[in-house]
């Protein structure tokens, strides 16, 4: 049965993994190509979300009946903690008319992105898929959290109201190919690779902002497009998934900084300025359930997807 899936935030970095994947796994296999499957990725240049006039005009002309999406204003620690109202209401936006449009136009399946951010900041170790709920998000991102974790409560109202298969996939730190390098509004490895590679061409320091000690489970694109993959063939419940590698598998922030210098061929000075905070020293988010329903997957390790990461070659 002919089936087109369509990519909200198709040129974003896991859109444009997602888009990788489709095109070079072998046709047929668990993440490649389906026999009758069309995938559109759309771009933010092709329909603004937060109109809703220009996402119904998206899904009349592509009619999607399964929808992966990914679209979402996004930004680093900084960006977050000085734009919460912009965070927050553009999110909630994009978010209810995607959903929206979605139900009204019969779509069959709809996976939403959500992000480790939506999980309270006073929490029990390790973040599970339960405790989304639990308590207030930590307050240098609670605009873009809170809209975020309304695509949750959304998916629920839509389940139960009318049936939608609506769900969601909470990934940890996504890193690859097509990553965002802005110094302003970059998470935190692209941003380091464009601050080290700065300072190797103009024969500055690299300095890191913060101590160096928080650690993050980092997933490679890559990977996270096959598991969202996976999730659209194979996984048909409304409670979300945590996408990540295991919570053994944590990686501080100065071991990612060494492991860039590495790959830049950097030589110069290098320090912390610890004036500048840190976020959340740990959020450690167990896979334990995607691992039980995937029946195993291999990771791509950190040191590895960091050589393959295109800024360090």
């Known amino acids: 049965m002919a089936s087109v899936v369509l990519v909200t935030g198709g040129t974003g970095l896991v859109g444009r993994a997602t888009r990788h994947i489709i095109e070079t796994e072998p046709a047929g296999s668990r993440f490649g190509k389906r026999d009758g499957e069309t995938w559109i990725f759309a ?28 679209a979402a204003l996004v930004g680093g620690l900084f960006k977050n903690m000085k734009y919460k109202l912009t965070f927050l209401r553009d999110n909630i936006l ?14 069959k399946k709809l996976i939403s992105c959500l992000s480790t951010c939506v999980f309270p900041d006073k929490v029990e170790y390790p973040l599970d898929e339960n405790k989304i709920h639990s308590g207030p998000p930590h307050d240098s991102n609670f605009g873009y959290a809170h809209a975020k974790r309304m695509v949750d409560v959304q998916n629920h109202a839509y389940k139960e ?52 000690k928080p650690l993050r489970q980092f997933i ?10 996976w999730m659209l063939r194979e996984y048909d419940d409304v409670e979300p998934v945590i996408l990540s590698v295991g919570e053994d598998e944590e990686v501080s922030i100065k071991e990612v900084a060494d492991a860039i210098v590495k ?44 050589h393959l990461h295109p800024l360090s070659k």
């Open 43 to 70: 771009s933010s240049s092709e329909a603004d979300l937060r109109d809703p006039e220009q996402t119904r005009k998206l899904y009349e002309k592509y009619k999607p009946t399964h929808v992966i999406h990914l």
């Open 94 to 107: 994009i978010n209810d008319n995607v959903l929206h449009t979605s139900y009204t136009h019969d779509t």
């Open 161 to 212: 109201e009318f049936g939608c298969n609506f769900t969601s996939a909470i990934p940890t730190n996504v890193f690859g190919p097509y990553d965002n390098f802005d110094l302003e509004d970059s998470h935190v490895i692209p941003g380091l690779i464009h601050k080290c590679y700065l300072a190797k061409k103009n024969g500055t320091p690299f300095v890191v902002s913060g101590t160096g």
């Open 220 to 229: 490679y694109s890559y990977d996270l497009a096959k598991l969202f993959i």
């Open 263 to 306: 790959a830049v061929g950097f030589k110069g000075e290098y320090s912390f300025d610890t004036t500048r905070a840190d976020g959340q020293f740990r959020k450690p988010a167990s896979n334990k359930k995607l691992l039980k329903l995937i029946g195993g997957f291999e990771f791509t390790p950190f040191e590895q997807g960091a």
